[in-house]
């Protein structure tokens, strides 16, 4: 008997299990799983969802783009959206630009 063997004890040999052939293929395919519940599903629904919100803008709609631009759709066209952000002030962005819906009289009480 040793003076480690105190400390640790000793591994000691076992018969070799056979290695189950399908355990990387069940992880593997628990994890495409776990990614598809968690990440990938939830992006897809999102950006369904602005589709839905880009294909139904009309105009006098007030919106809020990206960068926080906040206006009336005064033109609309295939790719593009012109927005009164003031009086005779207009800015065209892309349709895809457009982030949110804003209810009807939120400008002018803003």
Do not use: C
């Not at 070799?16 to 355990?23: C, L, R, T, Y």
């Not at 006098?60 to 609309?76: F, K, P, Q, S």
């Not at 066209?77 to 005779?88: H, M």
């Amino acid at each position: 008997m040793n003076l480690l063997d105190f400390f640790i004890s000793p591994a000691y040999a076992q018969a070799a299990a056979e290695p189950n052939p399908w355990q990387p293929l069940i992880m593997l395919g628990l994890f495409f799983v776990v990614f598809w519940f968690f990440l990938i599903r939830p992006q897809m629904k999102r950006a369904k969802e602005h589709r839905e919100l880009v294909s139904k803008l009309a105009k006098g709609d007030e919106v809020i783009a990206a960068g926080g631009i906040a206006g009336r759709i005064d033109d609309l066209s295939e790719s593009f959206v012109t927005l009164e952000i003031a009086e005779g002030v207009k800015v065209k962005v892309q349709r895809g630009a457009v982030q949110t819906v804003l209810p009807k009289g939120t400008l002018k009480s803003a």
